[in-house]
DNA sequence: TCATCATATCATTATATACTGATATACTAT
DNA sequence: ATAGTATATCAGTATATAATGATATGATGA
């Protein structure tokens, strides 16, 4: 059905948005509801949700109800991790991609 | 012009596409020529100069010129580092991503 | 039960992106 | 200079994805 090649391709879609990316360095703070993030990202409600909905999907966020709210955290620390990294190529390959228009 | 997250949504993105992933996987190995990604992907010349394109503007990639072949490596260590992270994330998350269809 | 708030889903539209085929450029050897 | 091979670019089309507005679901407390 699917192979590594496709597998790991979707996993890096989750950070390859500015929406989603944006919701996943909030979680990086720790747990947050929907509506925090809608506040944080400056995201509609259901835009928020949708991603959401896509990252769990994928594993990389999970979900807990409390109440009425429902909080959303990072599955697994590797998460954060993958997204320090980028931090570091991004600070030595930066002047790049002002021109990276392309696809 | 670009905030921190848009830079590393565009990083990600560069992973985030199938051709372009599998261009990157095959240049884990070393430094390969246009032609040989082209047999180790299966995908069109074309496209694979294209997605190369991409790559090397958003600096994932350098290229370099021997006689009226081009050899394309991996411009930064961190860049397999960060499929490799990939790699251990999949092994884990596997399962979600079979049913991850949104978006 | 009803009203309210938080979140999720749906249908639609807009946009971005990938792919293809044709063609152009660059290099090499004869 | 010409032919042959490797790579790059371009225009056009198809497809995938994101965003929106309207609406539905689920939980809580009066």
Known sequence: MFNATELKAKLFRGFSDTSRLGILE??????R????????T???????????????????????????????ELSDERISALMELGDGLIADL????YECTRY
Chains 1, 2 share one sequence.
Request: proline content about 4%.
């Open 94 to 97: 930066a002047k790049g991609f």
């Open 33 to 40: 509801t929907v509506s925090e993030m809608v506040e944080t």
């Open 42 to 72: 400056g995201l509609t409600q259901p835009n928020v949700s949708n991603h959401l909905a896509c990252l769990r999907e994928c594993g990389l966020v999970r979900r807990e109800q409390k109440g009425k709210f429902v909080y959303y």
């Open 26 to 31: 909030t979680l990086r703070d720790g747990p």
